[in-house]
DNA sequence: TAGGCCATCTGGTCCT
DNA sequence: AGGACCAGATGGCCTA
């Protein structure tokens, strides 16, 4: 959300691209290299050019690949029982949560159906007196619905 | 002010 | 060559 006009604070002439892979061990005899060169030559300026607008590309994308961890983050949080408005879970909370939550989810249909193997643990179903399911989510009791809502 | 959370940048690695 | 994924670094914002 801030103004980052990326001003890449190491794009200096340490080069990383030279690093094992690109194969340039000294001991290895090298084959033949074919007359033909497997790319097009370029000026060292048209280089770093190019590796800026690479990297800038792949700052696009790796950002956009964010917001749509965000967006599934979002989507997760909107199905899970409501905390009082303002307590908006952190994306660590949440997916604990999310956790704990299938897993109490798992057990009240285990019990339900009439397994009835029940440990404790991170919690089970509970009916209540008018028919919803209280179930115990972590530190947090959960109402069901018996419509299935919250 | 310290600490937690978050967004973004960056370089490395793997895969197509 | 280029894209996806990942983890570390960095800086901003917010709250106790």
Redo the contacts with the bound molecule.
Sequence with gaps: ??H?T??????TTTD??S???DGGSPDIPRRKRSSKP??RARSPTQLVR?RRL??????????N???ML?HALEKLRTVLPAFPEETRL????TLRFANSYIVALARTLESAGGGGGDDGGAGGGVRDADGSVLLAVGNVTVRLGRDGNT
């Design positions: 959300m801030t980052m990326s001003l890449p604070p190491s794009i990383s691209c690093s094992a892979g497997r790319t190019l690479r990297r800038a590309k792949a700052n696009d994308r790796e950002r690949r964010m917001h965000n952190t994306k660590i909370e």
